[in-house]
T-cell receptor, first 118, second 116 residues
Framework: NAGVTQTPKFQVLKTGQSMTLQCAQD?????MYWYRQDPGMGLRLIYY???????DKGEVPNGYNVSRLNKREFSLRLESAAPSQTSVYFC?????????????????FGEGSWLTVV | DQQVKQNSPSLSVQEGRISILNCDYT??????FLWYKKYPAEGPTFLIS?????DKNEDGRFTVFLNKSAKHLSLHIVPSQPGDSAVYFC???????????????FGKGTHLIIQP
């Protein structure tokens, strides 16, 4: 059971470099999300995609872009990395947008990508 | 300004005893609450949820209690087992019309340690 797969798991970037975090889900989910978790903090929503072809900003979108390539894949791009973007990034998916946790709409998370910007 | 607060960064409980994890919220628009469990180097996994129309929801060893007047919820684990050692996140959401992510607001988490 692959579920939600993120790559890479670990990455070190220099300030100003760009990179893309890849995410794919095999559960035929419509909605996908990118969260970040900073030390001692809860997860914060960066961007989400309610369905294929749509993307919207979350709580902390500055410095990021996303692409919903198809139903399975949702990528997160850092165009010019900054030390403030050092974090653990989690991709997630759910069968539909809207209320999380309602029966049949549980959100599933990937294992996380550890990104350090020096 | 934190809207979901978990004031205990860590909690240590003996195996077999009850674990009680607490969560407070400030946004009165929140009407759905969830608990997630997270092991190191893994993503969070959904544990249990409760709607604001209820004051209790039970699933096996896990029970969530909601006190709306106090804007407080708690997760009870009985009996606690070694595999319960993890970080537990409280999360909340507010009703939205017109779809959208209905994104979750997470607390900082409580690290539960079950001692043998």
């Amino acid at each position: 059971n692959a579920g939600v797969t993120q790559t890479p798991k670990f990455q070190v970037l220099k300030t100003g470099q760009s990179m893309t975090l890849q995410c794919a889900q095999d559960m035929n989910h419509n909605s996908m999300y990118w969260y970040r978790q900073d030390p001692g903090m809860g997860l914060r929503l960066i961007y989400y995609s309610a369905s294929e072809g749509t993307t919207d900003k979350g709580e902390v979108p500055n410095g990021y872009n996303v692409s919903r390539l198809n139903k399975r894949e949702f990528s997160l791009r850092l165009e010019s990395a900054a030390p403030s973007q050092t974090s653990v990034y989690f991709c997630a998916s759910s069968s539909r947008g809207g209320r999380q946790g309602v029966s049949g709409n549980t959100i599933y998370f990937g294992e996380g990508s550890w990104l350090t910007v020096v | 300004d934190q809207q979901v607060k978990q004031n205990s960064p860590s909690l240590s409980v003996q195996e077999g005893r009850i674990s009680i994890l607490n969560c407070d919220y400030t946004n009165s628009m929140f009407d759905y609450f969830l608990w997630y469990k997270k092991y190191p180097a893994e993503g969070p996994t959904f544990l249990i949820s409760i709607s604001s129309i209820k004051d209790k929801n039970e699933d096996g060893r896990f029970t969530v209690f909601l006190n709306k007047s106090a804007k407080h919820l708690s997760l009870h684990i009985v009996p606690s087992q070694p595999g319960d050692s993890a970080v537990y996140f409280c999360a909340a959401s507010a009703s939205m019309s017109g779809g959208g992510a209905d994104g979750l607001t997470f607390g900082k988490g409580t690290h539960l340690i079950i001692q043998p």
